[in-house]
């Protein structure tokens, strides 16, 4: 091998590994920041951000992360921030979010407790009609145990309602891990597909 091909070979061979040295330290040293689409965020670093508006889950011991499909993080809205946007995909397939919660002591009770709405018309992307409206369908799956999946709600959310408060007992599933998960779907009252902007400006598992 010649001499000048061994130097385009180690100058190559540099260049590959600082690239991969800074790629490493940057994904390691920058905070994640909401992306729309993004699947797999850190919950202390985005949803940690303002208790007043989004209480993600504090009280668990290590929720570990958060699953979606697809959500967009935004505020204000009615004086709020960092409410997430679960706008469904299509007609029949929905946006969802989901994480793992601990009920395993037997000792405590559990409340979940949630608040959701329909925004349309509230933001200038989230278009509005003369009927606006999606409902959320909620879900804890007993997946490391019995394989379960129970349907805990389905709230119809219409744009007219404003933001719903809803709490649920969850003391009978106590003694376990269970996968919550929010769907947003399109359908209600108003039609299949119309105005279904979706979102969640409050969710917690209380724990006393």
């Known amino acids: 091998m010649k001499a000048r091909d061994k130097i385009i070979i180690s100058i190559i061979f540099l260049v ?20 729309k689409g993004e ?5 202390e670093l985005n949803f940690g951000m303002s208790n007043k508006w989004f209480t993600y889950l504090s009280e668990q011991e290590n929720p570990d992360f958060i699953e979606s499909n697809g959500y967009y993080i935004y505020g204000p ?9 679960l706008h469904p995909i299509s007609k029949n397939l929905p946006r969802y979010l989901g994480t793992y919660i601990n ?5 405590k009770n559990y409340t979940l407790q ?3 709405a329909n ?22 799956s007993d997946i ?8 805990i709600d ?41 105005g279904e902007w979706g979102a969640i400006g409050y969710l917690n598992i209380k724990e006393v």
């Open 103 to 107: 009920l395993n002591n037997t000792n």
């Open 114 to 116: 949630i608040k959701v």
């Open 39 to 43: 699947q797999f965020i850190n919950p």
């Open 144 to 151: 490391f145990s019995s394989g379960d999946v129970i349907l």
């Open 77 to 85: 809205v009615d004086g709020d921030y960092g409410i997430i946007i």
């Open 154 to 194: 389905r709230i119809t959310a219409n744009s007219k309602d404003g933001w719903i408060y809803k709490e649920y007992n969850l003391n009978g599933y106590r003694g376990n891990w269970y996968y919550l998960e929010i769907l947003s779907t399109a359908g209600g009252p108003c039609g299949n597909w119309n």
């Open 119 to 140: 925004i349309a018309g509230k933001i200038s992307f989230a278009n509005s009609s003369n009927c606006n409206d999606n409902i959320f369908e909620i879900y804890l």
């Open 16 to 35: 590959v590994i600082g690239l991969f040295s800074y790629l490493f330290f940057y994904e390691s040293s920058t905070p994640l920041t909401p992306r």
